[in-house]
């Protein structure tokens, strides 16, 4: 909020660049296509040899998976730019669309799904998602996810994933699918009272 520039970009501290030119490039994609949001590809920390994500997609249940995830990289960062669903670090937007939506990232989800909650606001503001292959970065993964424990990861993952649906869906949508997704809540509640997973369990309906 308190940069002066055009643009902002996202980073996390479980990346690193490997490329100096990654910024130049997602701010010429920027510039030649207009009302979009940029991001680039990250490839496994320890081994950059494999995709770690590509981008993500979304199903109508309000879940979110990477693509590409453990795909050899090879000549994948030639292929062509493309739309995405949801988009990943790093990325690049301008600030007529932060400005826009009065907030990038929704604190309140604290953490887990506000990549995409922040994409489907996104979508409706009618911005598209354009993924650049050719933009790279390492990812660590679990840098933060161990300092947590069972119970909060849980809880604000399916409390996030109501969130996002309660926020951006039309009502004839919401109506359709929030209930298969509170299924989904119930059906893996039993599944960790079998297994014994009480803090799983007890997370779900905190």
Request: charged share 25%; with cysteine.
């Amino acid at each position: 909020a308190n940069a002066s520039g055009n643009y902002i970009v996202l980073v996390n501290n479980d990346n690193k660049v490997i490329d100096p030119k990654w910024l130049r490039i997602l701010v010429e994609e920027k510039k030649k296509r207009g009302n979009v949001v940029v991001f680039g590809k990250l490839l496994k920390w320890d081994n950059p040899k494999l995709i770690d994500a590509a981008g993500f997609a979304l199903n109508w249940a309000g879940y979110g998976w990477m693509l590409h995830e453990n795909e050899p990289d090879d000549n994948f960062s030639k292929s062509a730019a493309r739309k995405c669903a949801v988009w990943q670090v790093p990325v690049l937007f301008d600030r007529e669309l932060y400005n826009y939506l009065g907030e990038f990232l929704d604190e309140t989800f604290v953490i887990i799904n506000d990549e995409i909650d922040s994409s489907l606001r996104i979508w409706l503001s009618g911005y598209q998602i354009i993924f650049i292959p050719k933009v790279v970065m390492l990812h660590k993964r679990n840098v933060v996810a161990p300092h947590l424990s069972v119970e909060f990861s849980q809880f604000h993952g399916r409390k996030n994933t109501l969130l996002l649906m309660l926020k951006n869906y039309e009502l004839k949508t919401l109506l359709k699918w929030l209930p298969i997704t509170l299924l989904i809540f119930f059906a893996a509640f039993l599944y960790y009272l079998k297994i014994k997973r009480k803090d799983h369990a007890k997370a779900i309906f905190k």
